[in-house]
């Protein structure tokens, strides 16, 4: 079977498949594509395809919480629950003190290294663990002022402070994910981090709203049953990556693990303010039941990042290795050819939201359907963000990361200005345009700076055929439209418009990167399903 492999494998590259009548597409695409980008490519698409099955089913788990919550709850109570929700999430972002990329910085370089692995581990969790009962007792004393200054309603404290106590466990969770992520696994990270941790969120309350528990309730069994998650995710996560955290060593490596992780904590921190005040002005400004439809916007706008997180995944390890080894004409490649498989990726999506966002929209109730332009405006946001990549993350993976945070609390504070003023004015419809804005703004930065330090520019005219396809798509939804209503608008328009922006990128042409990935995987995986069937 080894052989039938290494012949499947040979095959692929020089084989007749999709290279015309001619047959030499293969031979083209392998003289074209250097071993080494095709190589990072293929690990990094791999990933994706793994990662998006686990995004989609996380954004599935997270949309069905939301769903029975809304439902199960009223839309005051649920706005509390939201507002609470979004404040922990924001949090989260900080409680691992920038553990998470300095353990994607480190350990694909320390790899036979098990002790200097094992002492950059324990950090990351010790790490985690402090800043998580830090913020817990944080939280548990500021909770009743912090309802005071937003919805002002009496269940809010009690469910504040249910939430300040799951912050470290999620914390816990992130970093126990980041481990596989960083070795090259990508079932691990997406088995923890994106199925088990909104899983366990949906049973806890589901769970919760069965026994008749209030928003209080709902909120301490969701925090419980995320306890579990994290007490099970440390010794597996050891066991299977073989990175067993310890503190011995870890002396020698904290000086460097801070150096990375302390910038990036930083600018996690910027980045609350800088694309999340929206959820803090909104709770703050508005009514407990406008957050409520805010928090259902940022469910449904969740779905359009799905592209960007899942190409990210492996992308981070990829190009520290290549970045390490001085090979940045590869990486340079590798996320120009990235960055448009995310475009064209991403564009379907903002096509069938934008189209049909109401009707998705009602399906959590009529009082949801005013979050419609909010999500709209929020969606350029996402477009930009996608369209540049993973310009953050390579920031960070060649050493910029001071660079990044300085950007970011710079941005941070201009946003905090702007969304406030936007909110008192637009409503909802401004917490989305100063977000969308902030997110715009930062990346726009983000990928100059990329080119002034490193080189790296992702762009040429490749990337106006998934546009023009999209908008072909926009149109032959717009027609189903014209025709039916609600759901079954939905399906047969999305179904529709994905047909046409698929046919139009046939008709247009494929890069040969593209085609090369695409063709790549689907032997991949037959060769996979053929041997699983073979047992």
Do not use: C
């Amino acid at each position: 079977m080894e052989h039938e492999r290494d012949e499947e494998a040979r095959d692929l590259d020089d084989g007749p498949e999709s290279g015309g009548p001619s047959g030499d597409g293969g031979d083209r695409e392998r003289d074209e594509i250097p071993d080494g980008e095709r190589e990072a490519l293929e690990t990094i698409a791999h990933g994706a395809v793994l990662t998006s099955g686990g995004v989609a089913g996380q954004r599935a788990l997270i949309a069905a919480t939301e769903f029975a919550l809304t439902r199960g709850l009223g839309p005051t109570a649920y706005g509390v629950y939201a507002l609470a929700w979004r404040i922990a999430q924001l949090l989260s972002r900080v409680v691992t003190f920038g553990s998470v990329p300095a353990i994607q910085r480190y350990l694909p370089e320390y790899a036979g290294d098990a002790d200097r692995r094992g002492a950059v581990a324990g950090l990351a969790y010790a790490t985690t663990l402090g800043f998580g009962v830090a913020i817990a007792a944080g939280v548990w004393l500021a909770a009743p002022a912090i309802n005071a200054r937003t919805v002002t309603e009496p269940a809010f404290t009690g469910t504040m402070r249910s939430f300040g106590a799951l912050v470290g466990l999620l914390g816990v969770v992130m970093v126990a994910s980041a481990l596989f992520r960083a070795v090259g696994s990508a079932r691990g990270e997406i088995l923890f981090n994106k199925l088990l941790r909104p899983g366990v969120r949906l049973v806890g309350a589901l769970g919760a709203l069965a026994l008749g528990y209030s928003v209080v309730g709902v909120a301490g069994a969701i925090a419980a049953a995320t306890g579990l998650l994290a007490a099970a995710a440390v010794p597996l996560s050891a066991s299977v990556t073989g990175v067993r955290p310890s503190l011995r060593g870890a002396r020698a490596e904290a000086r460097r693990f801070y150096d990375h992780a302390a910038p990036v904590a930083m600018s996690s921190l910027g980045k609350v303010f800088q694309n999340r005040v929206d959820v803090l002005l909104v709770g703050a400004l508005l009514t407990a039941t406008a957050a409520g439809v805010y928090n259902v916007v940022l469910v449904v706008i969740a779905v359009a990042w799905i592209p960007l997180l899942s190409f990210n995944q492996l992308l981070p390890p990829v190009a520290s290795e290549l970045y390490a080894n001085d090979r940045t004409a590869t990486l340079n490649a590798v996320y120009g050819s990235v960055t448009r498989q995310i475009v064209t990726a991403v564009v379907p999506i903002l096509a069938v939201l934008v189209v049909y966002g109401r009707e998705i929209l009602a399906l959590f109730g009529e009082a949801y359907v005013d979050g419609y332009l909010p999500l709209v405006v929020y969606l350029g946001g996402v477009f930009v963000g996608s369209a540049v990549g993973a310009t953050g993350w390579l920031l960070m993976m060649t050493d910029h990361q001071y660079a990044r945070m300085a950007l970011d609390w710079l941005l941070a504070v201009l946003n905090v200005g702007l969304t406030y003023a936007f909110v008192v004015r637009y409503g909802l419809v401004g917490a989305a345009l100063g977000t969308s804005l902030a997110i715009a703004v930062q990346n726009g930065i983000q990928i100059v700076l990329l080119r002034r330090f490193e080189g790296l520019w992702p762009y040429d005219r490749t990337f106006l055929t998934p546009l023009a396809a999209g908008g072909v798509a926009v149109a032959a939804m717009y027609a189903v439209r014209a025709i039916l209503t609600g759901l079954p608008a939905v399906l047969a328009g999305g179904i529709t418009g994905v047909a046409a922006y698929a046919a139009s990128l046939w008709i247009l042409g494929v890069d040969p990167r593209d085609r090369f990935v695409a063709r790549r995987l689907a032997r991949r995986y037959r060769v996979a399903l053929a041997e699983r069937f073979d047992r």
